[in-house]
């Protein structure tokens, strides 16, 4: 069965000091991987996403993800965070045709 | 480049009414979904549709129903609101051909919806 985990609910970072967010997936199949962002009281907009070129992915705002098939992982970073990057992100896989399975979130706080 | 649109915004509804949410997109894409985000739960998918005229259950259609008469357009009906369905709903469309991988899903600005 094909499913995403987001190992942390909660991230604290102070400003300038590098983010990571953690994600693994389960897939059967050779899956495409997604990152997105939601700023609160917005809907979700794309960050990146691996569809089996490259597997360092580079996104918008300075965040980049690597696919580590044999880790299944596709962990979220961001050398330096500022403050606007405090939102919700969420990882998301999507294993086939239509279905786009999504993480349960993972909510970043910047400290000034 | 208005993308994937929905109304209302916020509504409130009292324990055993009806409402449609409206959703409509310009990007001619031909999947379109709905779903519902509760606090820590992520995204669970209410229904789907492939392309006018035929839609499909996600993990959480209990209570709902769609439509789907044009490419453009996918209401979802709330019949008779149940305070479990406070939440906020999401529609999205994406473009997939075959079992094309990759394609980006787009999101509306949600709809914040309160069953008292």
């Known amino acids: 069965a094909q499913s995403v985990t987001q190992l942390d609910s909660h991230v604290s970072v102070s400003e300038g000091t590098p983010v990571l967010l953690r994600c693994n997936y389960s897939s059967s199949y050779s899956p495409s991987l997604f990152w997105y962002v939601q700023h609160p009281n917005k809907g979700l907009q794309l960050l990146l996403k691996y569809t089996s070129a490259a597997t360092l992915v580079k996104g918008i705002n300075g965040f980049e993800a690597e696919f580590k098939k044999s880790e299944t992982s596709f962990h979220l970073t961001k050398p330096s965070a500022h403050m606007s990057d405090a939102a919700e992100y969420f990882c998301?896989?999507?294993?086939?045709?239509?279905?786009?399975?999504f993480g349960t979130g993972t909510r970043l706080k910047v400290l000034a | 480049n208005a993308g994937v649109t929905q109304t209302p915004k916020f509504r409130i509804l009292k324990i055993g009414q009806s409402m449609t949410l409206q959703c409509t997109q310009d990007m001619n894409h031909n999947y379109m979904y709905w779903y519902r985000q509760d606090p820590g739960m992520g995204l669970k998918l209410i229904y789907y549709?492939?392309?006018?005229?035929?839609?499909d259950k996600g993990e959480v259609p209990n209570g709902y129903n769609v439509s789907r008469s044009t490419t453009e357009d996918f209401p979802l009906r709330l019949e008779l609101a149940a305070p479990s369905q406070t939440s906020v709903y999401f529609c999205a469309s994406s473009y997939t051909a075959g079992t094309a991988s990759g394609n980006t899903i787009y999101f509306g600005e949600g709809s914040w919806l309160t069953v008292v």
């Open positions: 998301v896989v999507k294993p086939g045709t239509y279905k786009y399975i």
């Open positions: 549709s492939v392309g006018a005229g035929i839609t």
